[in-house]
């Protein structure tokens, strides 16, 4: 593995697992991707196979239930890891959740609010036939990896869509609300009432931007646009959060380099010191536990 929270595990002699989920890269099932198999995609299940890897991969490595695990995770698998610290606090010691969407937001016109001051405009060639097209094939393809499944959870559980029906937008119009819902309906049929209950659904389940977990480091670039649904400001001493400035997308994940800003060594420096100071808690729990 490569990237930064590899590279913080020989500090502590740590074990770094790498999980994929279910229903992207080699993990596709015997069915394919029928609707018959999606309804096996989820949130839900990919925490509860966290789980089962937790215990399989302690039996396997024979780790002391008094190790502590902490979970990393970019962007939604950034949601997972604070999710799996927030559900199953007795397995997860600690979450590292970088550039985490925890709030499920059904039309997401602040996207691009971020990306006017962030990046400026910017033209893409697009076809919404070609797009639908691609997204109803059932065949894993290697190019454009998961789309189909992706599209199935915004339709479930999280929306994201990005529009830009606000008139301060500078872009393009056509991607409207309606358009975006329109393709839950084509590809999956999927009603946009039954799309709003489920986003509705996951900020209730989850807790969207309060989650109420401990032990959960929220990191974040201020140019990054899905800061805006992650957790920025700590909510008293539940959750700590780290706003890296000038920052991008899980930028703090990547490999160290010699062009890195100042902004983002100091932020991967706190991130260090942040897990120093909780994988000390556990150490003096395991003492004192001990006596």
């Not at 010691?93 to 925890?102: E, I, T």
Request: proline share 5%.
């Amino acid at each position: 593995m490569r990237g930064h929270p590899a590279a913080l595990a020989p500090a502590w002699g740590a074990l770094v697992i790498s999980l994929e989920h279910r229903f992207y890269g080699l993990s596709i099932p015997a069915g394919g991707l029928e609707m018959a198999q999606l309804r096996f995609l989820s949130s839900r299940l990919a925490l509860a196979d966290v789980v089962s890897a937790h215990l399989a991969l302690s039996r396997l490595f024979n780790i002391s239930s008094s190790s502590p695990w902490i979970c990393f995770g970019g962007s939604y698998a950034g949601s997972l890891a604070a999710w799996a610290r927030l559900k199953f606090p007795h397995l997860i010691f600690a979450s590292v959740a970088s550039s985490a969407p925890v709030r499920a937001v059904l039309d997401f016109s602040e996207y691009n609010d971020i990306v006017l001051h962030s990046l400026g405009q910017k033209c893409l060639s697009f076809s919404r036939a070609e797009t639908v097209a691609q997204l109803r094939s059932t065949e894993p393809q290697l190019s454009g990896v998961g789309d189909r499944q992706w599209l199935y959870q915004t339709c479930t559980e999280f929306g994201f869509y990005v529009t830009c029906e606000n008139p301060r937008c500078p872009f393009s119009q056509l991607p409207a609300l309606p358009s975006q819902l329109d393709l839950c309906e084509q590809v999956f049929g999927l009603s946009a009432l039954s799309v709003a209950q489920a986003v509705a659904q996951t900020n209730s389940y989850y807790g969207g931007q309060t989650p109420g977990a401990n032990k959960v480091l929220f990191v974040n670039g201020d140019t990054d646009p899905w800061h805006v649904l992650s957790v920025t400001q700590a909510l008293g001493s539940s959750e700590s959060t780290l706003l890296i400035r000038t920052g991008s997308h899980c930028l703090d994940m990547a490999p160290e380099r010699p062009s890195d800003s100042p902004s983002l060594r100091l932020g991967r420096q706190n991130i260090f010191q942040q897990l120093q100071t909780w994988l000390k808690l556990a150490k003096e729990s395991q003492i004192k536990g001990e006596v």
